[in-house]
C-alpha cells in the first residue's frame, strides 16, 4: 500500500458564487473560497461596501472576486447575473446559496408582507440561484456542487425570547422548505453531475444575531452543548469540504454546524 499524500482542498480552477457573500457567513465562505484558491463572485442586495469587499479579498488572497448587485428574488435579473458571472470570472463550478432574511414577530402579529419578504428571498431566491447556476452546467455537460445554507431550524424551533413563546415561524418554515428543495433538486440533478447539500448553521455572530438582547443571547447559548455562538468561519470547513472533488459522493445530505 503506498503511503497516503495527504488531504489537500486547492482550488485554483473554481469559481465560486457566493449570494450574500460581502458580510456574515457569507463573507467568510467567500475568503474560505479564495484562500483555497479560487475565484470568488459576491452577490449582494444593496450594501454599498460590497465592491470595496472584493476588492480586498482580490488583493489579500491574490485571486480574481468581484461583487455583483442582484436581488435573489428576482429570477430574470439572477439568470442575467450568473451569465455575466460566467462570461467574467467563470467558467462558474460552484454556488454558496447564502443570502436570507428572517422577521422576528409573533405568529399571530405576522403579516402577508413578511411571510413574501422572508419566502421571496429564503426559497425562491435559493431556487432562482441554483437553477441558474444548473442551467449554465446542464449546458455545457459538466456537473457543479451547490451548498445551501440553511438552518438548524429548519429541523427545530428556536426560542428568540427568554420570556415569551417566540420563535420566527415563517423563517423557521423557509428554511424547512430550503432543507426539502435541496433534496428534490440533488434527485433531479444527479444524473447531470450536480451535487445539492444543505450546510445548517446553529447561532452564529453576525449582523443577524448582533441586535438581539443579552438576555435572550445568554438563553439560547445556553441550549447549545458547546457554550456558545460560532464564529462565521466556523461554518466555512463543512461548505469548502462540499464544493470540493473530495465530496464526489455526498449529494442530498443536511449537515449541521450547531456546535
Ligand atoms: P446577514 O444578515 O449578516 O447577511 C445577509 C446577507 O444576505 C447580506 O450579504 C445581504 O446583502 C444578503 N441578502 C439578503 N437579501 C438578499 C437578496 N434579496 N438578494 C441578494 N442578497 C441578499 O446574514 P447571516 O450571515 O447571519 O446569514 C447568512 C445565511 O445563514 C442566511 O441564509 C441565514 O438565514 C443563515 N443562518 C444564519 C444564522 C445566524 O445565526 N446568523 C443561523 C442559521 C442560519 P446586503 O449586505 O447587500 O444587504
Avoid at 46 to 66: G, L, M, T, W
Avoid at 148 to 154: D, F, R
Avoid at 179 to 205: C, F, Q
Avoid at 239 to 257: K, N, P, Q, R
Amino acid at each position: 500500500m503506498s503511503a497516503s499524500k495527504g488531504f489537500s482542498i486547492d482550488f485554483s480552477n473554481k469559481c465560486i458564487v457566493v449570494t450574500g457573500g460581502n458580510r456574515g457567513i457569507g463573507l467568510a465562505m467567500s475568503k474560505a473560497v479564495a484562500k483555497a484558491g479560487g475565484r470568488v463572485a459576491i452577490i449582494y442586495r444593496s450594501s454599498k461596501d460590497a465592491p470595496q469587499v472584493a476588492q480586498n479579498i482580490e488583493k489579500e488572497f491574490k485571486i480574481k472576486a468581484k461583487a455583483y448587485q442582484c436581488d435573489v428574488s428576482d429570477t430574470d435579473t439572477v439568470n442575467a447575473t450568473f451569465d455575466t458571472i460566467d462570461k467574467e470570472l467563470g467558467p462558474i463550478t460552484g454556488l454558496v446559496a447564502n443570502a436570507g432574511v428572517s422577521v422576528v414577530k409573533r405568529a399571530i402579529d405576522m403579516t402577508t408582507d413578511d411571510f413574501n419578504k422572508v419566502f421571496t428571498t429564503n426559497v425562491l431566491g435559493v431556487f432562482n440561484a441554483a437553477r441558474a447556476a444548473a442551467k449554465l452546467w446542464i449546458a455545457r455537460q459538466h456537473g457543479g456542487s451547490i451548498v445551501i445554507i440553511s438552518s438548524m431550524s429548519s429541523q427545530i424551533y428556536n426560542m428568540s425570547s427568554a420570556t415569551e413563546p417566540l420563535t420566527q415561524v415563517f423563517y423557521n418554515a423557509s428554511k424547512g422548505a430550503v432543507s426539502n428543495l435541496t433534496k428534490g433538486l440533488a434527485a433531479e440533478w444527479a444524473g447531470a453531475g450536480i451535487r445539492v447539500n444543505a450546510l445548517s448553521p446553529g447561532y452564529v455572530n453576525t449582523d443577524q444575531t448582533s441586535g438581539m438582547d443579552e438576555k435572550v443571547r445568554a438563553f439560547q447559548a445556553k441550549s447549545v452543548p458547546l457554550g456558545r455562538f460560532a464564529e462565521p468561519e466556523e461554518m466555512t470547513g463543512q461548505a469548502v469540504l462540499l464544493l470540493s472533488d473530495h465530496a464526489s459522493y455526498m449529494t442530498g445530505g443536511e449537515y449541521f454546524v450547531d456546535g
